[in-house]
């Protein structure tokens, strides 16, 4: 451990060893060993939800890390304090990053990770399919023909080549009814 700010002098730990003797270490092991605690705890709070993930560009993991790790964890800490000085119960990391997301896209009412019906669910948005294949591929969501591109496929070449030649996509439209499939090419011309 290199350092320019403490010396080489020893200190006592306050433990002793097997033999009864004083434990003591140098002077920058027991500072550093007093002060890391606040850096500890918030990396453990920040690794329970991480949202890292595989990438070739080191920048792109520091940006989400300071971003979605660090800065969520702070901004935690500050709003549990507000809370403790107006005699509030604190909320962990999960239910804050919870009422972050739900703030920040401005969603009404009870979260969405409660199952209950959103404001974002009357507005037409791309989603993939909850709907899955049968036997051995029921791991696997069904793909069905892309409206739009049936529909120009039919009025180029007829009903029969369109049934083949059709995109078969796994996303639908959340509010049109039904459901209909939708490419990510046709959605934007269906919809305003």
């Not at 709907?131 to 069904?142: F, L």
């Not at 009903?159 to 509010?175: F, G, H």
Request: hydrophobic content about 35%; overall charge positive.
């Amino acid at each position: 451990m290199l350092t320019t700010c403490h010396t080489d002098a020893m200190l006592a730990t306050g433990k002793k060893d097997k033999q009864g003797n004083d434990i003591t270490k140098p002077k920058a092991v027991v500072y550093y060993n007093g002060t890391k605690q606040g850096i500890d705890v918030s990396d453990q709070m920040a690794s329970y939800h991480c949202a890292l993930r595989k990438t070739i560009r080191w920048y792109h993991k520091v940006g989400i890390e300071l971003l979605l790790g660090t800065a969520v964890v702070n901004a935690m800490l500050l709003y549990n304090e507000r809370k403790r000085q107006a005699g509030q119960k604190c909320v962990n990391i999960a239910t804050f990053r919870e009422k972050l997301a739900d703030s920040l896209l401005k969603v009404s009412g009870p979260s969405m990770a409660s199952g209950s019906v959103s404001v974002i669910a009357s507005k037409h948005y791309i989603r993939e399919t909850e709907d899955r294949e049968a036997g051995k591929r029921a791991d696997r969501r069904k793909r069905r023909a892309c409206i739009g591109c049936y529909r120009r496929l039919k009025q180029a070449f007829g009903r029969n080549l369109a049934k083949r030649k059709a995109k078969r996509v796994i996303t639908e439209c959340s509010a049109c009814i039904g459901n209909p499939p939708f490419c990510s090419e046709c959605f934007p011309l269906y919809h305003d």
